[in-house]
């Protein structure tokens, strides 16, 4: 079946610009997660939605980013005014519920601002 | 200290070799345990669940010690193949994100 995409592949923008990243989970997973990952690093956590509950927004860096998911399925992360420091990997993830259930990445974001 | 850590290596090992990776969890209270492997410029895929009697994958073998509060990962006659990073996974108890990763320990297997 079909995975875990995301949108674009790569995004290269100027400092200060706006960027939407698009997440498609895997059909009937209830639980989306964003992560952040830079070069050479670990995964750095970053929102989590579960079903309709209020997210776990307590990774996000700075109030420049937010993110919401309609209708129980896509996600989009917004970064405004873009910095430097943002250029990373942003990798979403979903799994089936809520729980320590298998997480099912896509294959990232590569986010590059100049 | 971090929640979850590892030691990022890299581990540098000839085929055929015998490769372990130890990761310690701050968080007593931690209920499940996960390998995952991510390849070079590839999103994290899960290699095996870490059971408390230990289990066994093929050549991968996971170990829990509760007690000590770490988990192991062992790699026997390892293979080009095996060249990764292994990322660590613990559910934290109470924590609604669920899963935490550790950084990663960086693998290489040389011919």
């Known amino acids: 079946g079909a995975g875990v995409s995301q949108s674009p592949s790569n995004k290269v923008t100027e400092k200060g610009k706006d960027v939407e990243l698009r997440c498609d989970p895997i059909s009937g997973h209830t639980a989306l997660y964003w992560y952040r990952q830079s070069l050479g690093q670990g995964l750095e956590f970053l929102i989590y939605?579960?079903?309709?509950?209020?997210?776990?927004k307590s990774g996000l860096p700075s109030d420049r980013f937010s993110a919401e998911r309609t209708g129980g399925s896509v996600s989009t992360l917004t970064i405004q005014r873009t910095q430097q420091e943002d250029s990373a990997v942003y990798l979403c993830a979903s799994s089936r519920g809520q729980g320590p259930y298998e997480q099912y990445f896509g294959p990232g974001t590569r986010l590059t601002v100049t | 200290r971090k929640e979850v850590e590892q030691d990022p290596g890299p581990f540098n090992v000839p085929e055929g070799a015998t490769v372990a990776f130890n990761c310690t969890y701050s968080?007593?209270?931690?209920?499940?345990f996960f390998w995952y492997r991510q390849d070079c410029r590839k999103e994290p895929k899960l290699l095996m669940s870490?059971?408390?009697s230990g289990n066994e994958d093929g050549r991968f073998t996971a170990q829990l010690n509760r007690a000590s509060q770490y988990i192991s990962l062992l790699i026997r006659d390892s293979k080009l193949s095996d060249s990764a990073t292994y990322l660590c996974?613990?559910?934290?108890?109470?924590?609604?994100?669920?899963?935490?990763f550790g950084s990663g320990t960086q693998l290489t297997v040389l011919p």
């Open positions: 996974v613990v559910n934290m108890r109470g924590s609604a994100r669920q899963l935490t």
């Open positions: 939605f579960q079903g309709n509950s209020a997210p776990d």
């Open positions: 870490v059971y408390s």
């Open positions: 968080n007593s209270a931690s209920q499940s």
